[in-house]
């Protein structure tokens, strides 16, 4: 190697021993084009509520070697630089299909344009390769109950956002993309709309309340599935109008 070649980046270097480890199929992702067409909205009614995670799991198509993806930088911040553009693909391996993962990209991007259309001062863009994006969305497994998770910002090589075995489910299938719509706002910085509820079950702390308290946000748990609200764009625009702090 040349003395003056860049040195790859953390996400490089992750995506490079993964790629030794598991064979580059392993990382092969969503064709763009496959992805273009809305999707269908129909949906049955909800058999239960959603429930998402923010801890980690290990995508399905790396499980032989979560080791090479586990590692990064661990400086959290509390939202992106306003104005940027957080970039986002799909792996195709680890699903039950190729239909199935064509099908979860699909819905995850009809919730990022959803999200930019809100115009909240951060914008999402889908990209081929893995080696650009912010984060991936990739099969997490089975979680049981829970449908789908995701992170806040944070200066990570890598991030994922994971969708689980029961969201394929004829019930929660085409109701994808509203699920997403929550995921997403934890991504732009968003915590669960209960956060501060002072009901032991429901408390997770450490939030901040921006705006009034709606039981319809799409941060909240509910019997139905999750609706991104006036509310929920309007405290978003706020929080990224906020001033840089210390
Ligand atoms: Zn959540």
């Not at 986002?88 to 344009?113: F, I, M, N, V």
């Amino acid at each position: 190697m040349s003395s003056d070649a860049p040195a790859p980046s953390t996400r490089e270097a992750l995506l490079q021993s993964t790629a030794q480890h598991l064979g580059a199929e392993a990382l092969t992702t969503v064709e763009e084009s496959s992805i273009s067409e809305p999707v269908s909205t129909d949906t049955a009614p909800f058999p239960l509520s959603p429930v998402c995670i923010t801890q980690e799991s290990v995508p399905r198509n790396l499980k032989s070697d979560p080791a090479a993806i586990m590692v990064g930088l661990e400086f959290e911040i509390p939202r992106w630089e306003p104005g940027s553009v957080v970039k986002w693909t799909a792996w195709q391996r680890g699903y039950d299909s190729p239909a199935d993962a064509t099908h979860a990209a699909a819905h995850l991007k009809q919730a990022a344009e959803a999200w930019n259309k809100a115009d909240v001062g951060v914008n999402f863009e889908f990209v081929p390769l893995a080696k650009d994006a912010n984060f991936v969305l990739t099969h997490g497994g089975d979680k049981g109950r829970v449908l789908a998770s995701s992170y806040f910002p944070n200066r990570k090589g890598l991030n994922f956002v994971y969708v689980y075995s029961l969201a394929f489910r004829p019930d929660f299938r085409n109701g994808l993309w509203r699920i997403f719509t929550h995921e997403l706002g934890h991504v732009l910085g968003l915590r669960h709309e209960f956060a501060m509820d002072p009901n032991p079950e429901r408390f997770e702390g450490n939030a901040v309340q921006i705006g009034e308290a709606n039981s319809l946000s799409v941060m909240n748990y509910r019997e139905e599935l999750p609706e991104l609200q006036r509310s929920d764009i309007d405290a978003t625009q706020q929080f990224y109008r906020l001033p840089v702090g210390p």
